[in-house]
């Protein structure tokens, strides 16, 4: 008997079917071993595969890049409204022609990271305040779960659509310990493969940099260049002349701003801890009011490799000049 073949899509950048490799608990990490590798750093060498039995064939009809882009204007209020003819694509200084665009609210998959080291002994209930409101923003089909972390990153609850549970969840953490930030968004980023939503967020709620995490820096951010998931950021630091004077500490804000900057998302800073729920709110409606540009990209090299975006505006008239916020790149099919 002749095999059948399988009609597929690839969505680049957006794996379609995930397994689950974390559950709920604490988290297990293996030993790091990014900075072990000899592999480029822009190709893609941690893959979650599909499983195909024996006999099956499989066939990719389409390849499709989905980008999800926000559009401000210079007071930082969000842009609704432009059309196809007002975004230009770049892939690596290439012009691509958009033939997918949407606008339309979609279910999103969200992990929310909370910090609740000891330094965050005065800012907790103010954080879980802010939690509180980004969930106002949800809708019905969307799935949260949420990581805790101090000396150690945690899973609190597992993947819900009870955002009741997860407010319960969240009024049981206290502040004590160190600061496990790193560990935490990799928890996040692994829960996230189990995700059910094409559209991915995670927000963290944090008040510095990381000063007890096992992976580094660079582990992370080439994880966040793999998963396909914005990161947004609420920072509460502390002045920069009354931070602890550890590097991994002093550098926190940077840290935050260039990853959630590989992914489209943003990071926002507060200095008076009564903004944090109308911060969280807008990060919510942010998410909400996104436009979602697919491509075929003109490069068919299945090469794994790492190519870079480049979102323009052709600013309609009237209108001032204007911000696209998007991924900075993907990484290429293997094959």
Not at 55 to 63: A, F, N, R
Not at 83 to 93: H, K, L, Q, T
Not at 193 to 209: H, M, Q, T, V
């Amino acid at each position: 008997m002749a095999q059948r073949s399988v009609p597929t899509t690839r969505v680049l950048g957006i794996p379609l079917i995930f397994v689950l490799l974390c559950g709920c608990g604490s988290l297990d990490l293996p030993t790091p071993a990014f900075a072990q590798s000899l592999i480029p750093d822009d190709v893609k060498h941690d893959t979650i595969g599909r499983v195909i039995k024996q006999g099956q064939s499989v066939h990719l009809d389409v390849e499709l890049a989905l980008v999800n882009v926000t559009v401000t204007d210079p007071y930082n209020r969000l842009i609704t409204g432009l059309e196809p003819d007002n975004f230009r694509i770049f892939e690596d200084n290439v012009e691509q022609e958009v033939v997918n665009f949407s606008s339309e609210d979609v279910p999103i998959s969200i992990g929310v990271i909370l910090d609740h080291s000891g330094s965050m002994a005065n800012k907790l209930g103010k954080a879980k305040q802010a939690a509180f409101q980004f969930f106002k923003t949800a809708n019905p089909q969307d799935e949260f779960f949420l990581v805790g972390f101090n000396d150690y990153a945690e899973l609190l609850s597992p993947f819900t659509e009870s955002v009741e549970d997860l407010q319960s969840d969240m009024l049981y953490t206290s502040a004590k310990g160190s600061t496990a930030l790193l560990d935490a968004i990799y928890l996040g980023l692994r829960q996230m493969r189990g995700a059910r939503n094409a559209k991915r967020a995670l927000l963290i709620i944090s008040d510095g940099g990381d000063n007890h995490s096992r992976y580094s820096d660079k582990d992370i951010k080439r994880l966040v260049r793999e998963a396909d998931t914005q990161l947004y950021s609420i920072g509460i630091f502390d002045p920069f002349e009354y931070r602890s004077r550890t590097p991994e500490e002093l550098n926190g804000p940077s840290l935050l701003n260039e990853m959630t900057e590989l992914t489209g998302g943003r990071a926002f800073t507060v200095e008076n801890l009564n903004d944090l729920p109308d911060i969280a709110a807008k990060i919510g409606s942010e998410l909400r009011n996104q436009y979602i540009l697919g491509y075929r990209p003109s490069n068919k090299a299945h090469d794994a490799r790492w190519r870079k975006i480049k979102i323009k505006l052709r600013t309609p008239k009237g209108l001032p000049p204007l911000t696209a916020y998007a991924k900075t790149g993907y990484y290429a099919p293997s094959r």
